[in-house]
């Protein structure tokens, strides 16, 4: 439609009479004057809800702090035992704790009224500069143990202490979860030898089952971020703990953490999700760190129900509210909801669809002027559709008679390019090729001989045999074809078909050699939909042969020329009838085929790809 035609349409549309939508807006926003209540009521909510949620992080870190302390204390009384009794070791033995004397019966003694002056302490060990030496205790190292003892030693030899890790000793009727504690003794500033003993923490599990109630449960992890002691079934002792972000947290730190650390974080089970409050207070001589965890559904608890409470509250409020605005709301939303109803579909390219609607706000004008519009936009949209469709099959003529040129040098490929475009959109088709694709395959082979208008007359109407240069020359059509399309910018997909169509999948083909996989399919589809044709048509140097023939050809040359994927689609298009047109080659009675070695002819048309 032409702008005047346009303008003079707007100008016979009836406007109708407005009634400013401001005013409905502004009786709407009067009604609902509960609106400041309503955020003054949420931001007390707020309030207040933070508040609670400080009283339950200040809750976690009570108990952490509280369990952190009673390790430290626990393991400074372990290590002040350790002294008393590395003192009392020197003095009974003189500083001399050689194999002789360092089993004697005193120092025995000692070591056994060591583990016996608390239920805390279930084996202790005194072993001299060689590793040699007594124990005592109610269990029996097992390897795990055997191990630590090695670590502590070669710790004490270095004049070190050493905390070792958790581990699970299976004595008695349950497991009970120790860790080794152990003290270089020194004689004159001389490594003499090491004390250790193994302490039971199950005093550190019943704490933590004290206080692990109302959903809170609490565990405590080594610097690794593995499972030292915990309270639920599921939790072993040595147990990766770091997939939880708040371990992870304290992993991160290297186990040197000084301060108490609250933070949210989500569990994944499976496929669900839970929401988690954590806090982890750290036991800096153990670099370990108490850990306390609760759903924040149950943490919050207490927020919550506040909250449905407040809600409940402003909703009794604002009933009446929404009950007087909600006839207005509809009068504006109905509108608006139409006319995004048919943007919509206007969008997904439905250009049918109008706007049914009889307002007499600007909503009503809207409405009218959005229908001319779609008018306008359906008819322009035709317009482009239709240009469109022409322009390609004026692109698509273009080709075929370009094409059909070429074929017109040859009285005997009269035709060619037609059938192999033909076959070759039935083999990609064939192969569940992308329609795209199928279409550059169509243009591709209808173009793929087009580098024979540059070839002399001479050697492409040859009636013979070509000579070793007329070959060469022959070859050249496939590059002068590509180089001829290469400028058109619309073909630049479809110059491997051109240019490769004669390679092999052998490496035997033209121009490049290319093998296997180097060559595109495009050129593959075509490769076999050309010497299909060639097989099948009267040549100066070769009889046509009949369908079935020409397919048995090819299949024997499947993975060595030819694409096995492209022979497949062949045969299979060829038992189903679909090779055959009216427009096909009637060709010449053919000698039965016995074998797959090619006859002569045939092998001079594939081999040459003079075709």
């Given at each position: 439609?032409?702008r005047?035609?346009r303008d003079?349409?707007?100008?016979k549309l009836p406007i109708?009479?407005?009634?400013?939508i401001?005013?409905?807006?502004?009786?709407?926003?009067?009604?609902?004057?509960?609106?400041p209540?309503y955020f003054?009521?949420q931001?007390m909510?707020?309030i207040?809800?933070?508040?609670?949620?400080t009283?339950?992080?200040?809750?976690q870190?009570?108990i952490?702090?509280?369990?952190?302390d009673?390790?430290s204390?626990?393991?400074?009384?372990?290590?002040?035992?350790?002294n008393?009794?590395s003192?009392?070791?020197?003095?009974?033995?003189g500083?001399d704790?050689s194999?002789?004397?360092v089993?004697t019966p005193?120092?025995?003694?000692?070591?056994?009224?060591?583990?016996?002056s608390?239920?805390?302490?279930v084996?202790?060990?005194?072993?001299?500069?060689?590793?040699?030496g007594i124990?005592?205790?109610?269990i029996?190292?097992?390897?795990f143990?055997?191990?630590?003892?090695?670590?502590?030693?070669a710790?004490?030899r270095?004049g070190?202490?050493?905390n070792?890790?958790?581990?699970?000793?299976?004595g008695?009727?349950?497991?009970r979860t120790?860790t080794?504690?152990s003290t270089?003794?020194?004689?004159?500033?001389h490594?003499?030898?090491?004390?250790g003993?193994?302490?039971?923490?199950?005093?550190?599990?019943r704490?933590?089952q004290?206080?692990s109630?109302?959903g809170l449960?609490t565990?405590?992890v080594?610097r690794q971020?593995?499972l030292v002691?915990g309270v639920?079934?599921e939790?072993?002792?040595?147990?990766?703990?770091?997939?939880?972000d708040?371990?992870?947290n304290?992993?991160?730190?290297?186990?040197r953490?000084?301060?108490v650390a609250?933070k949210?974080?989500n569990?994944?089970?499976g496929?669900?999700?839970e929401s988690?409050?954590?806090t982890?207070?750290?036991?800096?001589?153990?670099e370990w760190?108490?850990?306390a965890?609760?759903p924040?559904?149950?943490?919050?608890?207490?927020?919550?129900e506040?909250q449905?409470?407040a809600g409940?509250?402003a909703?009794?409020?604002v009933?009446?509210?929404?009950g007087?605005?909600?006839?207005?709301?509809?009068?504006?939303?109905?509108?608006?909801?139409v006319?995004t109803?048919?943007s919509?579909?206007i969008?997904r390219?439905d250009f049918s669809q109008r706007?049914?609607?009889t307002?007499?706000?600007e909503?009503?004008?809207?409405?009218?002027?959005?229908n001319?519009m779609?008018?306008d936009?359906?008819?322009?949209?035709?317009?482009?559709?239709?240009?469109?469709?022409?322009?390609?099959a004026l692109?698509l003529?273009?080709i075929?008679?370009?094409?059909?040129?070429v074929d017109?040098?040859?009285?005997?490929?009269r035709?060619?390019?037609?059938?192999?475009t033909?076959?070759?959109v039935?083999?990609a088709?064939?192969m569940?090729?992308?329609n795209e694709?199928?279409?550059?395959?169509?243009?591709s082979a209808?173009?793929?001989?087009?580098?024979?208008?540059?070839?002399?007359?001479?050697?492409?109407?040859?009636?013979?045999?070509?000579?070793?240069e007329?070959y060469?020359?022959?070859?050249t059509?496939?590059?002068k074809?590509?180089n001829i399309l290469r400028?058109?910018?619309?073909?630049?997909e479809m110059?491997?078909g051109i240019?490769?169509?004669h390679e092999s999948?052998?490496?035997r083909g033209?121009?490049?050699?290319l093998?296997?996989d180097?060559?595109?399919l495009?050129?593959?589809?075509i490769a076999v939909?050309d010497t299909?044709?060639a097989?099948t048509t009267?040549?100066?140097y070769q009889?046509?042969?009949d369908?079935?023939?020409?397919?048995?050809?090819?299949?024997?040359?499947?993975?060595?020329?030819?694409?096995?994927?492209a022979?497949s689609?062949?045969t299979t298009?060829?038992h189903?009838?679909?090779l055959?047109?009216?427009?096909?080659?009637?060709p010449?009675?053919?000698p039965?085929?016995?074998t797959?070695?090619?006859?002569?002819d045939?092998a001079?048309t594939?081999?040459s790809?003079?075709?």
């Amino acid at each position: 439609m032409h702008r005047t035609s346009r303008d003079s349409l707007f100008k016979k549309l009836p406007i109708p009479a407005r009634i400013p939508i401001l005013y409905l807006m502004l009786s709407v926003l009067m009604l609902v004057s509960v609106v400041p209540m309503y955020f003054y009521s949420q931001q007390m909510i707020a309030i207040n809800r933070d508040r609670l949620k400080t009283n339950e992080m200040m809750l976690q870190n009570t108990i952490t702090r509280s369990l952190a302390d009673s390790i430290s204390e626990r393991q400074a009384t372990v290590r002040l035992m350790l002294n008393n009794l590395s003192s009392a070791i020197q003095i009974a033995s003189g500083g001399d704790l050689s194999s002789n004397h360092v089993s004697t019966p005193e120092l025995r003694a000692l070591v056994e009224n060591f583990v016996s002056s608390s239920d805390n302490l279930v084996y202790a060990t005194l072993l001299n500069n060689q590793a040699k030496g007594i124990s005592a205790g109610r269990i029996a190292p097992d390897a795990f143990l055997q191990r630590e003892l090695e670590r502590a030693f070669a710790a004490a030899r270095d004049g070190r202490i050493y905390n070792g890790d958790a581990l699970t000793a299976y004595g008695g009727k349950a497991p009970r979860t120790i860790t080794l504690v152990s003290t270089p003794i020194m004689a004159g500033g001389h490594f003499i030898g090491m004390l250790g003993a193994v302490v039971d923490l199950q005093f550190l599990i019943r704490r933590m089952q004290e206080v692990s109630t109302g959903g809170l449960v609490t565990y405590v992890v080594d610097r690794q971020g593995r499972l030292v002691a915990g309270v639920k079934p599921e939790y072993a002792t040595g147990q990766e703990m770091t997939n939880l972000d708040i371990v992870k947290n304290f992993v991160e730190q290297g186990g040197r953490a000084q301060f108490v650390a609250t933070k949210e974080f989500n569990i994944t089970n499976g496929r669900q999700t839970e929401s988690m409050l954590g806090t982890y207070s750290p036991v800096p001589s153990l670099e370990w760190a108490v850990i306390a965890q609760k759903p924040q559904r149950e943490a919050y608890q207490n927020i919550y129900e506040m909250q449905r409470t407040a809600g409940l509250l402003a909703l009794m409020a604002v009933l009446m509210a929404v009950g007087i605005s909600s006839f207005a709301a509809r009068k504006i939303t109905h509108p608006i909801q139409v006319l995004t109803d048919t943007s919509r579909a206007i969008a997904r390219g439905d250009f049918s669809q109008r706007v049914q609607l009889t307002s007499r706000t600007e909503i009503g004008e809207l409405a009218h002027t959005f229908n001319t519009m779609s008018d306008d936009l359906e008819r322009f949209v035709a317009d482009l559709k239709r240009a469109a469709e022409e322009n390609r099959a004026l692109f698509l003529n273009s080709i075929q008679m370009l094409a059909g040129a070429v074929d017109e040098k040859d009285p005997y490929t009269r035709g060619h390019s037609d059938r192999v475009t033909r076959y070759s959109v039935l083999l990609a088709t064939e192969m569940g090729l992308e329609n795209e694709f199928i279409e550059k395959v169509r243009i591709s082979a209808q173009l793929h001989d087009v580098g024979k208008i540059g070839i002399e007359d001479r050697v492409l109407k040859k009636p013979g045999a070509l000579t070793p240069e007329e070959y060469e020359i022959m070859k050249t059509h496939t590059t002068k074809g590509a180089n001829i399309l290469r400028p058109v910018k619309q073909l630049a997909e479809m110059i491997p078909g051109i240019e490769l169509h004669h390679e092999s999948l052998d490496g035997r083909g033209y121009p490049y050699g290319l093998k296997g996989d180097e060559i595109p399919l495009m050129a593959r589809i075509i490769a076999v939909a050309d010497t299909f044709d060639a097989i099948t048509t009267n040549r100066p140097y070769q009889a046509a042969h009949d369908h079935a023939y020409a397919v048995r050809i090819i299949n024997s040359l499947a993975d060595k020329r030819f694409d096995p994927k492209a022979v497949s689609a062949l045969t299979t298009v060829f038992h189903r009838g679909d090779l055959q047109s009216e427009s096909s080659p009637k060709p010449q009675a053919p000698p039965p085929v016995a074998t797959v070695e090619l006859p002569a002819d045939v092998a001079a048309t594939v081999e040459s790809g003079r075709y």
